[in-house]
Each structure stands twice: as C-alpha cells, then as structure tokens.
C-alpha cells in the first residue's frame, strides 16, 4: 500500500478496513471447521489456528478426494464432473427396479435357514412411531459436526416435537 501512496494513488481507508474486516470473517468462518475436526490440546477452547491443524485439515480433505473413477465400460474419468455423473449412474442403477426370475428367488429362498418371527415382521410392517423416531434422534453421539443441511444433533434433540411432522412426512413409505 505504501507503494502505491507513493505513487500518488489514493487509497480509501475506510474501504480498505472494511474489506479487511470481511476477509476476517470469511477467514474467521473457514477456520472453524479445521478447528472442530483436529484432537489434542490445540483444539482447547481460546486456542489460536496454527498452520499446523490447517495443514493437518487440508491433509485430510485431500485423502478423502475422489481423483478419479471408473465407469462401467472401464474408461478412467477424472473430471469432477464426469466422476459425479458415474457415481449418480452406478448408484440410479443400484437402487433401480429390475425384473426377477421368480424360480431362481424361490430357489434361493428355501436355501435361508432363519427368518424372523410374525411379530417382528409387523413391527417392520408397521407405520414407523414417534417414539421410534424420538429414541433415534436421541440415541445419536452427542458433539459431532453439523450434517448437509447445517443443523446438529443437538438442535434435532431440542426441537423434537418441532421437527415431528417434517419426520413423520419424511418417513412415510406408503
């Protein structure tokens, strides 16, 4: 900057430190998902970010990055784009409804030694209940990062009966 006064071009202050200010934050917002992540005494409450958790974080996004994939015809892919179109196809695919051979289910069938009783087969049957998902939403691990859509374990167990009807519109399969 100084370099540029001298120069003769004027510089705004005020903008100057306003936009500092906002690249804190940005700063400030980036940083608090490596400062979650890291175990050890670094993560204590107060603790200033070394480069040390940031590199540690950047570590591990990088080892969880899919470089590159194969699709079915066994071309190698490495476009991001191209890697989350096979993924979207293997798994459209996947989870698609195909036509069976009833002979060979039946065959397969009569090969299972266990099934499960009458009851528990209407307990699966059954429209899920409040207190099933009540002890599902309760039982997760507590202190975790906030899934896709921002919220925590914590604020699902808080506001239950709040998030009831989205549960019950979300689970209903009939």
């Not at 069938?109 to 307990?123: P, R, W």
Request: net charge negative; aromatic share 10%.
């Amino acid at each position: 900057m100084s370099a540029q006064e001298a120069n003769g071009v004027c510089i705004n202050m005020n903008q100057y430190e306003d936009l500092n200010s906002k690249l804190e934050e940005i700063e400030k917002i980036k940083c608090q998902g490596a400062i979650s992540r890291p175990k050890g005494f670094w993560s204590v409450d107060g603790d200033k970010n070394t480069a040390y958790i940031l590199r540690l974080e950047k570590q591990r996004q990088h080892s969880k990055l899919i470089t590159e994939l194969k699709d079915n015809e066994g071309k190698v892919s490495r476009d991001t784009g191209e890697i989350l179109d096979i993924i979207f196809n293997f798994y459209s695919n996947l989870y698609s409804c195909v036509k069976t051979n009833n002979d060979n289910k039946n065959k397969m069938l009569n090969f299972l030694s266990s099934t499960i009783d009458i009851s528990d087969y209407e307990t699966c049957e059954s429209d899920i209940t409040f207190d099933e998902i009540y002890r599902s939403v309760n039982g997760m691990k507590k202190g975790k990062t906030p899934g896709p859509d921002g919220l925590n374990c914590e604020c699902y167990c808080k506001f239950i009966n709040e998030f009831k009807d989205i549960f019950f519109s979300h689970f209903q399969l009939h």
